[in-house]
């Protein structure tokens, strides 16, 4: 069901700088993570590290995936002052070289 009250997964994928460090790395998934606790409407939040053998993904190696209960929800998300705040953390990290999305209704 594709309609405004259906959950949406919205997929975030970066491509990190050559030379970002494993800690900076942790400080914008613990920072990403903090999201579902500032901004309502965000039911899950998951991440991972790419590990295909196909060598396919084009530098994307971090994989970031937020569920909202609603298109709605992903609507207020993204104009969100604390989505903005975490925009400008990652900009003054100056780590991200690159930044994939997609979002979707799960089909059934």
């Known amino acids: 069901m594709n309609n405004s009250s259906s959950a949406i ?7 990190y700088k050559e030379g970002a460090t ?15 606790n500032k901004i309502s409407g965000i039911l899950s ?3 991972g590290v790419n590990n295909s053998p196909e060598g396919l993904n084009l530098g994307f190696s971090h994989v970031y995936t937020l569920t909202f209960e609603s ?24 780590i991200l070289e690159d930044v994939f999305v997609v979002d979707y209704f799960p089909a059934a």
């Open 9 to 15: 997964r919205h997929i975030v994928i970066f491509k």
């Open 22 to 36: 494993g800690d900076q790395i942790q400080q914008v998934t613990n920072e990403f993570r903090t999201l579902q």
């Open 45 to 47: 939040f998951e991440h």
């Open 71 to 94: 298109m709605q929800a992903r609507e207020t998300y993204l104009p969100h002052p604390q989505h903005k705040l975490f925009g400008e953390f990652l900009g003054r990290l100056g």
